[in-house]
Nanobody
Framework: QVQLVESGGGVVQPGGSLRLSCAAS????????MGWYRQAPGKERELVAV???????NYADSVKGRFSISRANAKNTVYLQMNSLKPEDTAVYYC??????????????WGQGTLVTVSS
């Protein structure tokens, strides 16, 4: 079993900042990638930022220059620093984890989601 514990969501005014955290635990051989997706009301889930085990980072165009993803390998934790937040960033943010098991099979896991609301 794999568990993802997210924290850091909340309400912030436009232009403000928030930091999301996601800690992974459980049974897996190694982490291939961790990151964040989001889903706004009435919209499909979309990639926000993902960082691979080789430190390759992929950002959505809409967050480039404002959001920064990082990780603490020893803690199996990924962070998302969100600056200059806009109302259109309002969404449920989901932690994403891709792991390799002992049989060299990939598995994807999702957190329960944390709500980020940007509003004045």
């Amino acid at each position: 079993q794999v568990q993802l514990v997210e924290s850091g969501g909340g309400v912030v005014q436009p232009g403000g900042s928030l930091r999301l955290s996601c800690a992974a635990s459980g049974s897996f051989f190694s982490i291939n990638a961790m990151g964040w997706y989001r889903q706004a009301p009435g919209k499909e889930r979309e990639l926000v930022a993902v960082i691979s085990s080789g430190d390759n980072i992929n950002y959505a165009d809409s967050v480039k220059g404002r959001f920064s993803i990082s990780r603490a390998n020893a803690k199996n934790t990924v962070y998302l620093q969100m600056n200059s937040l806009k109302p259109e960033d309002t969404a449920v943010y989901y932690c994403y984890l891709k792991v390799l098991d002992a049989l060299w099979r990939y598995h994807e896991h999702w957190g329960q989601g944390t709500l980020v609301t940007v509003s004045s």
